[in-house]
């Protein structure tokens, strides 16, 4: 949601606070879409602290369902996100848009709140997500999700280096 902040611009010590409501459903991280199961309202306060200087503070929760690493299946995580940023005016009106960081957020004297928690939600992401620490994760042959059921396939892979004479095994082999 864009969030309009021109008064805020011209007026030194003015501040304004809104609840903003998310609007994006899903989240893309470049490797995957995940959905966003659970999202709160955006707490979002601004303020022209003076000498030119923009505050940017807000907080809110978004949980994300990411699959587990083991077994794929989908754990809800939370986001707790606090947003805290200054922006000089001066260099900001003054420079070109694709030099500055918060160009990602801000367009001229608007404020796009989903980038803003999208940027956020991309720092904070886990490196690993598991459902639970002793997940067992899938069965490489048949893919069965071995925290729900065992598989019936061979636990114990093979040395490549005896397969010569495991075939030699398997060719005597009594039925």
């Not at 995580?77 to 260099?91: G, M, N, R, Y």
């Not at 598989?151 to 114990?156: D, G, L, S, W």
Request: proline fraction near 5%; hydrophobic fraction near 40%.
């Amino acid at each position: 949601m864009k969030v309009d902040v021109s008064e805020i611009f011209s007026n030194e010590n003015k501040e304004m606070s809104r609840e903003v409501e998310i609007d994006f459903t899903s989240f893309d991280a470049g490797v995957g879409e995940f959905p966003v199961l659970k999202k709160a309202p955006f707490l979002l306060s601004i303020a022209n602290v003076g000498n030119k200087q923009l505050k940017i503070t807000g907080n809110t929760e978004v949980t994300v369902g990411i699959p587990c690493d083991r077994c794929l299946t989908q754990v809800p995580t939370v986001f707790p996100i606090a947003v805290s940023k200054e922006i000089d005016l001066v260099k900001f009106l003054a420079m070109d848009t694709g030099e500055l960081e918060d160009a990602s957020y801000m367009t001229g004297t608007s404020l796009d709140a989903d980038s803003l928690i999208f940027g956020e939600l991309l720092v904070d992401w886990p490196a690993k997500v598991l459902c639970r620490e002793d997940c067992r994760g899938i069965c490489k042959q048949c893919g069965c999700n071995l925290n729900l059921a065992d598989c019936q396939c061979q636990k114990r892979e093979p040395d490549p280096r005896m397969a010569a004479i495991q075939d030699i095994f398997n060719q005597f082999k009594e039925v």
